[in-house]
């Protein structure tokens, strides 16, 4: 098992930052990719970042690209800074871990990551 937790969200102003974080703990052994993915209110949940330290691969959302920098240390915590902040980034955040399938690769589906956080909400105003 892998434990996930966020922090990090709350209440910006539209083009302001914030920075989540996601600490992992338990079996981190066996996690060779961490992710985040969003749902704002009446929509499916999508793709935000990912990171395979594996292959050193990061991928990004087009919607999020140059404003979001997914990153993770060597203390089993992933980071996503989010600048320029939008209206439309209001959603709750999840964090996801991968310790199954190709460990080539970013994957944007969320059936591909095994192990999900409890999400931290981010409210971006006008």
């Known amino acids: 098992q892998v434990h996930l937790v966020e922090s990090g969200g709350g209440l910006v102003q539209a083009g302001g930052s914030l920075s989540l974080s996601c600490t992992a703990s338990?079996?981190?052994?066996?996690?060779?990719?961490m992710g985040w993915f969003r749902q704002a209110p009446g929509k499916e949940r999508e793709f935000v970042a990912t990171?395979?330290?594996?292959?050193?691969?990061t991928s990004y959302a087009d919607s999020v690209k140059g404003r979001f920098t997914i990153s993770r240390d060597s203390a089993n915590t992933l980071y996503l800074q989010m600048n320029s902040l939008k209206p439309e980034d209001t959603a709750v955040f999840y964090c996801?871990?991968?310790?199954?399938?190709?460990?080539?690769?970013?994957?944007?589906?969320?059936?591909?990551?095994?192990?999900w956080g409890q999400g931290t909400q981010v409210t971006v105003s006008l």
């Open positions: 338990g079996r981190t052994f066996s996690t060779y990719a």
């Open positions: 996801a871990a991968r310790t199954r399938g190709p460990t080539y690769g970013d994957s944007i589906y969320s059936g591909d990551y095994d192990y």
């Open positions: 990171r395979n330290w594996i292959t050193r691969s």
